[in-house]
């Protein structure tokens, strides 16, 4: 019932654009924060970015001013929007979901979230 799909991953050239979406089919995202994570090989899983219920969005300082996360609460679609991409971008992307509201929650921890998608490739090369 509860699942999420990405999508919208594929290759690009430095300095391109792409948007990936996650379909989060069962959940209200009034009640559900979205985080998007990447790992690349050899790397720790990393927070990229988070929407809360509110509405409220958040970006670890290295895609702060490139990525845009959005969401369309009809649709209960996220999106990152992913601007001026970088080689060190390369990763394999995300996303997750998390009911976790409390003052002390760290949405950047992929501890926090109970739900993920599969994952989409994103590639950052010439």
């Known amino acids: 019932q509860l699942q999420l799909v990405e999508s919208g991953g594929g290759l690009v050239q430095p300095g391109g654009s792409l948007r990936l979406s996650c379909l989060a089919s069962?959940?209200?995202?009034?009640?559900?924060?979205i985080g998007w994570f990447r790992q690349a090989p050899g790397k720790e899983r990393e927070g990229v970015s988070y929407?809360?219920?509110?509405?409220?969005?958040f970006y670890v300082e290295s895609v702060k001013g490139r990525f845009v996360i959005s969401r369309d609460k009809a649709k209960r679609t996220v999106y990152l929007e992913m601007n001026n991409l970088k080689p060190e971008d390369t990763a394999e992307y995300y996303c997750?979901?998390?009911?976790?509201?409390?003052?002390?929650?760290?949405?950047?921890?992929?501890?926090?979230?109970?739900?993920w998608g599969q994952g989409t490739q994103v590639t950052v090369s010439s």
């Open positions: 997750a979901a998390t009911t976790a509201c409390r003052g002390s929650t760290d949405y950047f921890s992929e501890l926090t979230y109970a739900y």
């Open positions: 069962g959940f209200n995202l009034d009640y559900f924060a």
């Open positions: 929407i809360r219920s509110s509405g409220a969005t």
